[in-house]
């Protein structure tokens, strides 16, 4: 639902700001709602991504130190939305 909400806020500044800026700010508001739901930056003890039952995530960090492959979900979130805005969307 977070994400979905902020499909409009990223639709709207498409028009004022680059796709990277947007990527960020998706991120932002991504780490937001965990932090929200109490997780916690980490690298859980099975060396993945996350652990849901620890509240455990290795991306709660700023987005220039995510990997390329991070900031490309990111960046995906983007496009996607944008492409809505545009009516590309099927």
Same mark, same amino acid.
């Given at each position: 639902?977070?994400?979905?909400?902020?499909?409009?806020?990223?639709?709207?500044?498409?028009?004022?700001?680059?796709?990277?800026?947007?990527?960020?700010?998706?991120?932002?508001?991504?780490?937001?709602?965990?932090?929200?739901? !109490?997780?916690?930056?980490?690298?859980? $003890?099975?060396? %993945?991504?996350? #652990?849901?039952?620890?509240?455990?995530? @290795?991306?709660?960090?700023? !987005?220039?130190?995510?990997?390329?492959? $991070?900031?490309? %979900?990111?960046? #995906?979130?983007?496009?996607?939305?944008? @492409?809505?805005?545009?009516?590309?969307?099927?």
């Amino acid at each position: 639902i977070s994400s979905a909400d902020f499909n409009e806020v990223i639709t709207e500044l498409s028009d004022r700001s680059n796709s990277e800026k947007l990527a960020e700010l998706e991120h932002i508001r991504w780490c937001r709602f965990h932090y929200l739901n !109490y997780w916690k930056q980490g690298v859980p $003890d099975n060396g %993945k991504i996350k #652990d849901p039952k620890k509240r455990i995530h @290795k991306n709660l960090m700023p !987005y220039s130190e995510l990997s390329e492959d $991070d900031k490309n %979900k990111c960046r #995906d979130i983007v496009y996607m939305a944008i @492409k809505r805005k545009n009516g590309s969307w099927s």
